[in-house]
């Protein structure tokens, strides 16, 4: 197990490759926007995880999806354990929810499907963006 | 539990609050999955968002003890009141961004909200090489000379917000979780593909013609198309009779829609045709999906 120090290095390593990723290009198939959405997610969830152990909330609390939401609660405050969920839940839809396309509210529609989840990636860069400044800050004054 | 049992216990508590009015019907919805049920309440009025929360909150506890799980969202319906061109857009550090900054009002029943639109430059290049303003394409920078005007940046951001604030089930947009929208390439993209009245028009085929049992608006339809006596393949005749549910994030003087023959009326010939087109393949998708409304409308579904 790496010490915490090397466990928020490693993390925002690991979360800045995924964010970088979880872009829509303006062909993106309905997979290729589904990815998107799980990489933006991801590259969010583990500098969530960076962010913790920065602020030494041992791996032992925050080892499934639903403890990272909760521990982010407790330390940074309800909305932003809400928003983060917001992101989970869209990417729970897009990996697991093949009607996630073709119901409501796309019905089949790839570019309103690119217009609006291209936006929701958005607000989870930014979501990112406030833990990783953080995060570099601290690893940059060590 | 059944999504019924649980719809009935949720109407219960609504009601017995004083909230049920407050509901949403068309747009709410119970989707039951393996792990749960998924709950999606959506309120005319944010203002009592908190209150339906806390009463979501006391049935999931409830429910938990006796090991039926509930995911669920409570959201309201917003409708843009106003966009005002703010200057170009900064980072919280100061710096200067790519994208030119819109403050938008919101409102649901009794409450309004603050939203920023970040209007990217790539975006911008989309909207000025529709606009026929090519040579600008490229600039980094916007000025009220020689550019795209003022009151259609503002209109464009309008619309994007409509589009964001019409997504529901887990694509929802909460403006007061997330003030800050970016209106990048894929949105302007979609947004200058078709006018408003399409995007308007095709919304409310899509939800009328949700093939789901519980789907209010279809059941509103289908009623009022047989009353009027007129079959759904009648295309003309049909979307007088689809519910006049527009309105919602549409704001004053934003190309409100009042009707959906008012909306068609807007379309130019190219749109009514693939307006048309999309309402007879969703027909043809509803038959398949629920055969039994054949029987139950004959008249309606008779060729």
């Known amino acids: 197990m790496p010490t915490s120090f090397e466990e928020i290095e490693e993390r925002l390593r690991l979360a800045e490759g995924f964010m970088a990723t979880a872009v829509i290009p303006p062909n993106a198939?309905?997979?290729?926007?589904?990815?998107?959405?799980?990489?933006?997610?991801?590259?969010?969830?583990?500098?969530?995880?960076?962010?913790?152990?920065?602020?030494?909330?041992?791996?032992?609390?925050?080892?499934?999806?639903?403890?990272?939401?909760?521990?982010?609660?407790?330390?940074?405050?309800?909305?932003?354990?809400?928003?983060?969920?917001?992101?989970?839940?869209?990417?729970?839809?897009?990996?697991?929810?093949?009607?996630?396309?073709?119901?409501?509210?796309?019905?089949?529609?790839?570019?309103?499907?690119?217009?609006?989840?291209?936006?929701?990636?958005?607000?989870?860069?930014?979501?990112f963006d406030s833990y990783a400044n953080e995060v570099k800050q601290f690893l940059e004054s060590k | 539990?059944?999504?019924?049992?649980?719809?009935?216990?949720?109407?219960?508590?609504?009601?017995?609050?004083?909230?049920?009015?407050?509901?949403?019907?068309?747009?709410?919805?119970?989707?039951?999955?393996?792990?749960?049920?998924?709950?999606?309440?959506?309120?005319?009025?944010?203002?009592?968002?908190?209150?339906?929360?806390?009463?979501?909150?006391?049935?999931?506890?409830?429910?938990?003890?006796?090991?039926t799980q509930i995911d669920s969202i409570v959201r309201a319906l917003w409708r843009v009141k106003s966009v005002e061109y703010q200057g170009p857009a900064r980072a919280p550090t100061g710096e200067p961004k790519l994208a030119l900054a819109f403050r938008a009002v919101l409102e649901s029943g009794q409450q309004a909200c603050e939203v920023v639109v970040e209007l990217h430059v790539l975006a911008l290049n989309e909207l000025r090489k529709k606009m026929g303003k090519a040579s600008k394409?490229?600039?980094?920078?916007?000025?009220?000379?020689?550019?795209?005007?003022?009151?259609?940046?503002?209109?464009?951001?309008?619309?994007?917000?409509?589009?964001?604030?019409?997504?529901?089930?887990?694509?929802?947009?909460d403006p007061i979780r997330f003030g800050h929208q970016e209106l990048n390439e894929p949105a302007m993209m979609y947004l200058l593909a078709r006018t408003a009245a399409f995007r308007a028009l095709e919304t409310l085929i899509n939800d009328t013609l949700d093939p789901d049992p519980r789907n209010l608006l279809l059941q509103e339809f289908l009623t009022s198309l047989s009353n009027a006596r007129i079959?759904?393949?009648?295309?003309?005749?049909?979307?007088?009779c689809l519910?006049?549910?527009?309105?919602?994030?549409?704001?004053?003087?934003?190309?409100?829609?009042?009707?959906?023959?008012?909306?068609?009326?807007?379309l130019d010939g190219k749109e009514k045709e693939l307006i048309k087109a999309h309402f007879l393949q969703r027909v043809t998708q509803l038959e398949q999906s629920l055969p039994a409304l054949k029987d139950k409308f004959p008249m309606v579904f008779a060729r």
């Not at chain 1, 521990?71 to 897009?94: N, P, S, T, V």
């Not at chain 2, 003022?150 to 917000?161: D, K, M, Y």
């Not at chain 2, 519910?243 to 807007?266: D, H, I, N």
């Open chain 1, 29 to 127: 198939t309905e997979g290729e926007v589904r990815n998107a959405v799980s990489r933006a997610y991801y590259g969010l969830m583990h500098i969530c995880h960076s962010w913790l152990a920065m602020n030494n909330v041992p791996q032992g609390r925050r080892r499934g999806h639903g403890e990272v939401q909760e521990e982010i609660g407790k330390q940074c405050g309800e909305e932003f354990k809400a928003r983060l969920r917001d992101i989970y839940r869209l990417r729970e839809d897009a990996d697991y929810r093949p009607q996630m396309f073709t119901s409501r509210p796309y019905f089949a529609d790839i570019a309103k499907f690119r217009a609006v989840v291209s936006t929701r990636i958005a607000s989870a860069r930014a979501e």
């Open chain 2, 243 to 266: 519910p006049a549910v527009f309105g919602g994030p549409y704001g004053p003087g934003q190309e409100l829609m009042t009707s959906p023959s008012g909306a068609y009326a807007k």
């Open chain 2, 1 to 67: 539990m059944t999504t019924t049992e649980l719809e009935k216990i949720i109407n219960d508590r609504l009601g017995a609050a004083g909230l049920l009015p407050l509901l949403d019907r068309t747009r709410s919805q119970l989707l039951g999955f393996p792990e749960g049920v998924f709950v999606e309440l959506v309120l005319t009025d944010a203002s009592k968002l908190r209150q339906v929360e806390n009463t979501l909150n006391q049935i999931r506890t409830e429910l938990a003890q006796e090991g």
């Open chain 2, 137 to 173: 394409v490229g600039s980094f920078s916007w000025s009220e000379i020689d550019d795209v005007d003022r009151g259609t940046l503002e209109s464009v951001a309008a619309q994007f917000l409509t589009l964001q604030l019409l997504a529901g089930g887990t694509s929802y947009w």
């Open chain 2, 231 to 240: 079959k759904i393949r009648d295309f003309e005749y049909a979307i007088s």
